[in-house]
């Protein structure tokens, strides 16, 4: 039998889609939230459960890296696409992929995003963006604000 090597980091074992209103990061936009998982400052990148539960506009963005998606319930779009993002489905968001996200009314999906999040206004112009540090930042400020304390996002840091 293999020892693990003391060098490897601690694993990570959390509900995905947790009961708990405190694990849940609000998002920029209202009736959005993030329940993290991962935040990997090594590759630049971050795993999370994106909660949507509104109709609409929630934001149109670029990814200069690779994103992975699997819709754990319900469904969400892409304005400049002919398919809806449904319940049992995976989505690979190419790099340099452009897309605005709207919401069907409730849904979970599960992302891995590498590299960074471009927000974008109405004339393609960058306007924001996200990144696995600005992430780290915003899940500490929640946690500390809901009484979980800033340390908590310390678990899910690697």
Do not use: C
Request: hydrophobic share 40%; no cysteine; proline share 5%.
């Amino acid at each position: 039998m293999m020892d693990v090597s003391p060098w490897s980091p601690a694993e990570i074992v959390e509900t995905a889609v947790s009961d708990d209103p405190r694990h849940w990061v609000p998002a920029a936009t209202e009736g959005v939230w993030m329940r993290p998982l991962l935040f990997d400052t090594v590759r630049g990148a971050w795993t999370n459960v994106v909660r949507i539960d509104m109709h609409g506009f929630i934001s149109r963005h670029a990814h200069p890296s690779p994103v992975h998606g699997y819709v754990i319930r319900g469904s969400w779009h892409y304005l400049e696409r002919d398919w809806r993002a449904e319940a049992g489905s995976y989505v690979f968001e190419a790099p340099g992929d452009i897309h605005t996200l709207t919401g069907d009314g409730f849904s979970e999906t599960l992302f891995w995003i590498t590299g960074t999040l471009i927000e974008l206004d109405s004339n393609g112009k960058a306007a924001g963006y996200a990144d696995v540090f600005t992430r780290i930042e915003q899940a500490a400020a929640h946690f500390e604000k809901v009484g979980l304390g800033r340390d908590y996002v310390r678990r899910f840091i690697r």
